[in-house]
């Protein structure tokens, strides 16, 4: 083994990896060098690679404890090596100040030190060795829906807030629209709504407007805020005759696509106008707020700073998009220079700050209204698997996250040509070494008003594809996690938050990844389309249950765009097939499949007759649906696309301009749009076998 190879691994970096045809390929030694420059370590030649390995090996030689070490309840903690028999003693302080826990650490055959075990959950202080550190006693499992409801097997719906329609939202989806989804809904049983990312994104570019490529993933989307919730319906139309703004606004919210920009710059034209009077808001709002600033504190205060300066620096000739490309004092968001700058710009700083209590406060009434309404669950938020390197959050923590690489994927049967996000993501050494603080307040924010969390990508927990900038998506490296860790924190704040799990594990999934996750008690992801056995639809009663069951996703084509063969018109148009891919094969494997999914629709024994044409569309979906609601999974998740028998999806991995992603609105009122006949009636089946 090369000084390389050995370094890479020794740093957690994979030198090979299997592709999703089981075929095993080698990393490249360029991408390992980028790889690993990127993560600091220095490996320009053997000799510096020798060098590298020598500083990891004598790092874990010292046994310094991490500020954190996680372990499940009942088991011993290893604390490292401890040579002096004096120095084994340790004392843990409960974190419920129920008392503390005294004892000595034992040795095992090799040296290794271990205390406990502590049985109490909870984030204790843990003094050993002269060191004190937190000890995080986790849980198992995650909470689950069989806590949440016993045997009871729910379903639910998925959503994307910016396609709900509701009267004066401008043409974007709002959180009051979604409290009204979610009060319908739950009148016709469905106990969840899971909606699509609501992370913050770029307030002074409103063009950049994909969920899954935020500023920061610890606050809110702005452009979802209902302003009637909080200065009322007629103050709003107001503003907008004000403004001269109404006609326009009604042509927008008219429109079957969302146009972000546009109706973008209406929203925050209002909101600073409206804002522009926030004194005269009742005392409770006025107390509400501050509360609210100075809850979220530091990093509230970083990403509003954020979101003015960038605002100043796009207005520059030329525009300075990117954080990185400031003048030097700005790109430290600790500078006195920024701070002057928040000082001078104060009026603009405290709007942000204002439009971040608005989104939060909507989030918070969309999930009382579904909770109000019935829900078991109510809202299931969707945690992006990172964020755009330069947003608010890369900027305030540049810390936290990993430099020069983007996350990707290699080739897979979604998408052969692999992908690369233009995401950052959190470095794994900085996790540990800041006692996974980033990690926690993350998981906290997402779970604040939700009552369960959609993972994206939750592979990413164990291993990241990672691809140095400038490189294509293929020419990637898979980096370690700390796996169990992870695991462990989000077993404890499901639980603190009775907030259920579910991991987006689509993909190449790595052999055992799916087996760890069900007795971790996250949910894996089920889709019609890949349940298969032999290229056979597997029959309902076969599904796993430990799984949430889907139709389809954002990602994947509708049960009625599948059925009419729409996303092969979408590949063909945009070229997104790969090497030994084309659209005459494509269209004939498609006409078996959809034989193959009629006939699992009459062996199941939910139709019968002959199979429809490909057109016609509506019995298909019925079927389908009923298919899925017939699983034996705790949670179905039906998309409102699908409930709809919409044939457009939301998103075509892959494309940015290309195709419409994440600007197609729903059809009707989302008040009333479940209960048109036939959509109530698919509802009534799905209902029944649930």
């Known amino acids: 083994m090369s000084e390389l190879h050995a370094l890479a691994e020794a740093a957690g970096l994979a030198t090979r990896w299997i592709d999703y045809q089981g075929v095993p390929r080698d990393v490249a030694p360029a991408t390992l060098q980028a790889v690993l420059a990127a993560l600091g370590y220095d490996c320009a030649d053997d000799a510096a690679c020798r060098a590298s390995l020598a500083q990891l090996a004598d790092a874990r030689a010292r046994a310094v404890l991490a500020p954190m070490l996680v372990v499940r309840a009942g088991e011993r903690a290893k604390v490292g090596r401890i040579d002096d028999p004096a120095s084994r003693e340790y004392r843990i302080e409960l974190e419920n100040g129920a008392g503390s826990v005294t004892g000595t650490a034992e040795a095992d055959a090799d040296g290794e030190c271990r205390i406990g ?32 409801v016993g045997t009871r097997r729910l379903w639910g ?143 509230l205060r970083d990403h509003a700073r954020f979101e003015a300066l960038q605002a100043h620096f796009l207005a520059q000739q030329p525009p300075l998009w990117q954080w990185q490309t400031w003048p030097a004092p700005f790109r430290d968001a600790g500078s006195a220079e920024v701070a002057a700058f928040a000082e001078r710009n104060a009026a603009e700083v405290l709007f942000h700050l204002q439009l971040q209590w608005l989104a939060d406060r909507g989030q918070r009434a969309a999930q009382a209204a579904a909770k109000a309404a019935g829900m078991a669950i109510g809202l299931i938020g969707d945690l992006a698997v990172g964020a755009d390197g330069g947003g608010s959050h890369g900027w305030s923590r540049p810390q936290d996250f990993l430099r020069g690489l983007s996350v990707g994927a290699p080739p897979d049967a979604l998408n052969a040509l692999g992908q690369g996000w233009g995401l950052t993501a959190y470095s794994p050494r900085a996790l540990i070494r800041g006692g996974y603080a980033p990690f926690l307040e993350l998981l906290r924010s997402q779970l604040r008003h939700a009552g ?104 994947l084509p509708t049960v009625a765009g599948w059925w009419s063969g729409r996303d092969i018109d979408w590949r063909a148009r945009l070229a997104l097939y790969g090497e030994g891919q084309d659209e005459a094969g494509d269209r004939a494997a498609r006409a078996e499949d959809r034989a193959k999914l009629w006939a699992a629709f009459v062996h199941a024994g939910i139709v019968t007759g002959a199979q429809p044409a490909d057109d016609d569309t509506a019995a298909v979906v019925d079927a389908a649906c009923v298919f899925v609601a017939s699983t034996p999974p705790p949670l179905a998740l039906i998309p409102a696309e699908d409930l709809l028998g919409v044939i457009e999806q939301p998103n075509v991995p892959g494309t940015i301009d290309e195709h419409p992603n994440w600007r197609r609105r729903l059809p009707g009122a989302v008040g009333t749009m479940l209960d048109a006949p036939a959509v109530a009636a698919r509802i009534a089946a799905i209902a029944a076998r649930r």
């Open 117 to 148: 075990p502590v049985d109490d959950d909870g984030y204790h202080r843990l003094s050993i060795n002269g060191q004190t550190v937190t000890l995080a006693v986790v849980p198992a499992r995650a909470f689950t829906v069989q806590d949440l």
């Open 452 to 555: 369960g969390l959609r993972i994206d990508h939750v592979i990413g927990l164990g291993r990241l594809w990672l691809v140095p900038d400038g490189a294509g998506p293929t020419e990637g490296a898979y980096l370690k996690y700390p796996i169990d860790d992870l695991f462990g924190l989000i077993a404890l704040e499901s639980w603190r938050h009775r907030a259920v799990i579910i991991g987006e594990d689509m993909g190449t999934v790595p052999d055992g990844f799916r087996q760890r996750m069900s007795p971790a008690g996250i949910l894996g992801m089920r889709v019609l389309w890949f349940e298969r056995d032999w290229g056979l639809f597997v029959e309902p009663t076969r599904w796993p249950a430990d799984a949430v069951a889907m139709t389809t996703t954002h990602d």
């Open 157 to 299: 719906l998925t959503a994307q807030i910016y396609a709900l329609r509701s009267a004066g939202d401008g043409g974007i989806g709002t959180f009051g629209g979604l409290a009204q989804l979610a009060t319908a809904a739950a009148r016709h049983g469905a106990s969840a709504i899971a909606v699509s990312p609501v992370h913050a994104l770029f307030s002074a570019d409103v063009e950049r407007f994909s969920p899954y490529s935020p500023s920061s993933r610890l606050f809110v989307n702005a452009q979802h805020i209902d302003l009637a919730d909080v200065f009322g319906r007629a103050a709003v139309d107001a503003a907008l005759a004000d403004e001269g703004l109404h006609d326009e606004a009604a042509a927008l919210e008219a429109r079957p696509m969302v146009d972000w920009p546009a109706a973008g710059r209406i929203r925050l034209r209002l909101a600073r106008r409206l804002l522009a009077g926030f004194d005269t808001l009742p005392s409770a709002l006025r107390d509400e707020f501050a509360q609210f600033v100075a809850a979220g504190g530091e990093p």
